[in-house]
């Protein structure tokens, strides 16, 4: 019988995000709240003859292009020695859209062959063969909301905190994370995140205190770039968000809601403009 199984990949999205400074290995020093949403992909993986990837999307390739592919050749050349996998990626993420769509379906992969063929690599191994695939494949691994420092990688995870309405709009374009970090000036940032006011309020439940801290420094390349990400974040702001912010480097902009029923209006009103709107909260699965 041929060995499978399924693993859900779930997005993130930054609450807070700011940059310290660049580093001489030229990544960014960060510190940033991660946390997952129930917008997940699911990864089917099972036993094959050589590594194939395939997706219900066109807009992900299937070769070494893709993080997932690269994610099975690293675990299998490291630890493994069956033949191959074949890989199914059922896409629900936006693609290029500031949510760890490709590193949530790398740290899958790397979950589910280790788990299908009982190889036993423990998880700080697992972990840092994530952190060489990608800065996200680390917390998209361990999941649920943390703190993340150095380039994303080290991770502080923080308890369930309360349960939010979040409405996401992905608008119809792209953002390469690594142009948007080449295009940020961290001496001419003014405003940031105050991260130890953000996790106070994130331990007390408090939402007018998430609010207020949820701040993105990589929105002030973004959104001089694109005028429209600014015009999602006033417009949810108006539909009675208590905050709006780009997650990661873009282009998806989240609001958050106290208000479920407000949420749903806003998600109705956006769905007249943009085609991917979505109403999300918190990751509760596996
Ligand atoms: O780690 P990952 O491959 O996802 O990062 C993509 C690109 O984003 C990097 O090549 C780098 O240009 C930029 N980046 C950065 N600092 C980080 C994370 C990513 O400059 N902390």
């Known amino acids: 019988m041929v060995r499978s199984i399924i693993i859900e990949a779930p997005a993130k999205v930054n609450l807070t995000l700011d940059v310290k400074g660049k580093r001489a290995d030229g990544y960014h020093e960060l510190e940033t ?52 996998v074949r890989i199914f990626i059922e896409k629900n993420i936006p693609v290029g859209a500031g949510l760890a769509g ?3 379906d790398a740290a899958a992969v790397l979950i589910g062959i280790n788990r299908l063929f009982d190889l036993g690599v423990n998880p700080v191994d697992l972990m ?68 130890r006011a953000f996790v106070q309020a994130w331990l007390h439940g408090d939402y007018q ?35 709006s912010i780009m997650s990661g480097s873009g282009p998806s902009v989240i609001g958050v809601f106290e208000d479920g029923q407000k949420a749903q209006e806003a998600v109705q009103k956006m769905k007249e403009r943009y085609q991917e709107v979505y109403l999300v909260s918190s990751y509760m699965g596996e």
């Not at 094959?48 to 690293?74: H, M």
């Not at 929105?219 to 974040?233: A, L, M, T």
């Open 33 to 84: 709240l991660m946390h997952q949403i129930n917008l997940v992909d699911r990864v089917y993986i099972e036993e094959a003859k050589s590594l194939i990837v395939q997706s219900n999307s066109t807009l992900i390739p299937e070769d070494e292009g893709n993080l997932a592919y690269r994610a099975a050749w690293a675990i299998m050349d490291k630890y493994g020695n069956q033949e191959g």
């Open 102 to 104: 490709g590193s949530t």
């Open 128 to 195: 840092n063969l994530g952190a060489v695939l990608g800065s996200d494949v680390p917390f998209c691994m361990q999941g649920r909301t943390a703190m993340a420092t150095g380039r994303g990688e080290i991770l502080t995870p923080l308890p369930a905190g309360p349960s939010l309405n979040m409405v996401l709009v992905k608008p119809a374009f792209q953002l390469s994370t690594a142009q948007v970090y080449a295009d940020l000036n961290c001496e001419q940032l003014t405003r940031r995140p105050d991260n």
């Open 209 to 243: 205190g998430i609010a207020v801290n949820m701040i993105n420094v990589l929105e002030s390349v973004s959104v001089v770039r694109h005028p429209e990400i600014g015009e999602i974040k006033e417009g949810l702001k108006k539909m009675g968000a208590l905050q």
